[in-house]
């Protein structure tokens, strides 16, 4: 399917492949995604956009985005709409992001064919599953084995903002905190919700 470029970010996770032999994630269930998603302009309420700051980090507040699920957050980053199941032989839609623990003997590479490799602990490989490939592994105590398709798509948990990449921002010039459009123009400059009105702005990296 065609990718809809609304879905993305501002914060994705690297896009990467992997394949082999994995062991389910105990203890995972309640992390959440560090990826954002844009709400659409309907959704948008002017005049109620926030910043907020962490780990010295700006925010934006859930009035202008939302946290993305792990399948999504795959989804996001390979820009596909559409994820084949990662376990070998089973021929479902992922509609699902499974944790597996991540082995540095596991392979792992980029679009570039970089390879990934860490020395550390808590790494987790999310891939796409689907329902009836993951639910035995969460109703499990035991770390289940699982065999990957070649080529499965992936994103890299480490439980870390620093996972995700982010774009450029723009701080608006009236008033100073506001996240804006990227301008189309560049001499017109971009759009602030908050001021109503097109901004030179200031070309920020999150």
């Known amino acids: ?67 993305l699920s792990w399948i999504e957050s795959i989804r996001s980053s390979h820009k596909e709409e559409m ?11 992922g509609i699902e992001g499974c944790h597996l623990d991540y082995d ?8 570039n064919n970089n390879e990934y490799e860490s020395d550390e602990t808590n790494i987790f490989v999310i891939v796409p599953i689907c329902r009836e490939c993951h639910d035995p592994s969460k109703s499990s105590d035991e770390a289940l084995s699982i065999n990957l398709n070649s080529d499965t798509p992936c994103i890299i948990d480490t439980r870390s903002e620093d996972d995700v990449e982010s774009p450029p921002g723009w701080w608006c010039h009236y008033c100073d905190i506001e996240w804006l459009e990227p301008p189309e123009d560049e ?20």
């Not at 995604?33 to 700006?58: I, M, P, T």
């Not at 540095?104 to 679009?111: F, L, T, V």
């Not at 009105?197 to 920020?204: E, F, L, R, V």
């Open 187 to 206: 001499d017109e400059g971009a759009y602030c919700f908050r001021c109503d009105k097109h901004s030179g702005g200031t070309n920020i990296i999150f």
């Open 104 to 111: 540095n003997e596991n392979y792992i590479w980029d679009e």
């Open 83 to 93: 994820l084949d199941c990662a376990s070998n032989g089973c021929s479902n839609e």
């Open 1 to 67: 399917m065609c990718w809809d470029e609304s879905m993305e970010g501002p914060q994705t996770y690297p896009a990467r492949w992997t394949e082999g032999k994995y062991y389910h994630s105990i203890g995972t269930s309640d992390f959440q995604s560090f990826a954002y998603q844009r709400h659409s302009d309907s959704d948008r309420v002017r005049g109620e956009y926030k910043w907020g700051r962490k780990a010295g980090k700006n925010i934006v507040s859930s009035f202008q985005f939302r946290h």
